[in-house]
């Protein structure tokens, strides 16, 4: 479909959404794009690094030994 798009016609298009847009318009919602592609990579590294943080292995969920086999274990002895 857009194969047969030649260089002149998309000069021709980047003339008329200058035409109805103008350079301050575009300008503008260019950099909200950019920051808002930013804050999106900045999410996702911070998702990453809450997963990574959450897959560690730590002493804090061992259930080896509730307490309530360790209180049966101190009767027993």
Known sequence: MFANIGPWQLLIILLIVLAIFGTKKLRSVGSDLGG??????????????AKDQLSDVSDDANFDNTPVEENRENKDA
Request: net charge negative; charged share 35%; glycine share 8%.
């Open 36 to 49: 808002a592609v930013k804050g999106f990579r900045s999410a996702m590294n911070e998702a990453d690094e």
